[in-house]
């Protein structure tokens, strides 16, 4: 049992704003690369937790703090019925009042939506998507695991903007296996040709216990080598400037003013709910999991004990990491006095041009952006 949650008083941080995030753990399939809290599952299990989650959310010590944020992931938001959905979200906003503008995110796959379902989602307040495309490529979708077509994807996109969603985001992968410099630059060009205000465009990792691992440990995943990888970093760089995204990450890039408010909490080493099997939550000096698995999480709600799995208590260098650590990741970089040394430690990377100094804050450059796990390295030893 986490004594954190248990002796923290109900709004005890008064009105102070906050990131809020729900966790849907069930998608169509599990996908080969996919690490993240998922599983696929149908059938009660998944009414069941979208009501375990409505007594999580109403039960928080938390509520009455207004959200400056609300961000659905998963997992799959949107294989849940839209009731289900909705009833979390009514929740969530019952709990933490949204604050004016307050940003609203679900994520969302193609193959689980349609027309209907995103038109009820708009009108019940949320107003940005983000659409996990990976490819425009049906062979390379089919390589991902992925159970939805490029058709699939044209239609999700059609149907979000016919609902009236003006804030949209396409997720996609590049560096898959056999994957060309050219073959990346199409599915790029296809997402831009759509011109959502967002795009995340993340360079596809080998996590432990994913089936692309297992294959990768055998010889049996041919993934493009270092310098291809790099080509492919550098047309994106360009590809997204020529088109008016702005690289305010190293993996994300947005039109002016529509930067993910949700994920720069994340990025700024602020505070954060979070509700849902397998959530992650920082609040003050503590940080702590949820029970990850939907059946044990369901059973520790409806028995009304404790859902940390996991807890920490997060010291001052911890956290000066953590903010260096992801700071670094954004384009405006991190104070230069964020501890004492770092003015020293940052000086050989500025002179071998990985980091630049300008108005008493430190950031990659171009070059940097390639070397980010070096330079947090080499910043932090």
């Keep these: 049992m986490d004594p954190y949650r248990e002796q923290t008083p109900r709004g005890s941080r008064g009105e102070e704003p906050v990131a809020v995030y729900v966790h849907i753990p069930f998608c169509p399939s599990k996908c080969g690369y996919c690490d993240f809290n998922s599983y696929a599952m149908d059938g009660d299990i998944v009414s069941r937790t979208a009501n375990a ?4 959310i ?5 509520t009455g703090r207004p959200a400056k944020t609300i961000f659905f992931g998963g997992g799959t938001p949107t294989f849940l019925p839209a009731e289900a ?8 906003r019952e709990a933490h009042p949204p604050v004016p503008e307050c940003e609203i995110t679900s994520e969302a796959n193609p193959g689980t939506v349609d027309a209907e379902k995103f038109a009820a989602m708009r009108s019940a307040g949320f107003n940005r998507l983000s659409i996990g495309v990976q490819s425009f490529d049906d062979d390379e979708l089919r390589s991902l695991d992925r159970v939805h077509t490029a058709d699939e994807v044209y239609r999700a996109y059609r149907a979000a903007r016919d609902a009236g969603f003006s804030n949209v985001n396409l997720d996609l992968m590049f560096a898959l296996p056999n994957q060309t410099v050219q073959a990346w630059v199409r599915n790029l060009e296809s997402a831009l040709a759509l011109a959502p205000e967002h795009l995340s465009l993340y360079c596809l990792t080998i996590e432990p ?7 990768f440990r055998r010889g049996l995943l041919p993934l493009p080598p270092d310098e291809t990888q790099r080509e492919m970093y550098e047309r994106t760089l360009d590809l ?3 088109h008016g995204y702005e690289p305010y990450e ?5 039109k002016p003013g529509f ?3 949700h994920n720069l909490c994340y990025w700024r080493a602020e505070e954060y709910v979070g509700y849902g099997p397998g959530a992650v939550e920082r609040v003050g000096p503590r940080r702590w999991t949820h029970i990850k698995h939907p059946v044990a999480y369901c059973e520790a709600v409806e028995r009304g004990e404790d859902l940390a799995c996991e807890s920490e208590t997060l010291d001052p260098a911890t956290v000066a990491f953590e903010r260096l650590m992801l700071g670094l990741r954004l384009q405006e970089g991190i104070p230069s006095d964020l501890t004492p040394d770092l003015p020293d430690r940052a000086e ?3 002179q071998n041009g990985w980091l630049e100094l300008q108005d008493g804050r430190l950031r990659l450059t171009r070059e940097g952006r390639h070397w980010c796990n070096r330079v947090v390295l080499e910043l932090s030893a």
Excluded at 53 to 56: K, S, T
Excluded at 85 to 92: C, D, N
Excluded at 209 to 215: A, D, I, K, Q, V
Excluded at 250 to 254: E, G, K, L, R
């Design 240 to 242: 997204t400037a020529q």
């Design 85 to 92: 959905l909705l009833s979390i979200l009514e929740a969530v």
């Design 209 to 215: 216990n994913t089936r692309f691992y297992r294959l």
């Design 53 to 56: 989650l409505v007594q999580e």
């Design 250 to 254: 190293i993996s994300n890039f947005a």
């Design 58 to 62: 109403r039960r928080s010590p938390h």
């Design 259 to 261: 930067e993910c408010l």
């Design 348 to 350: 050989p990377l500025i």
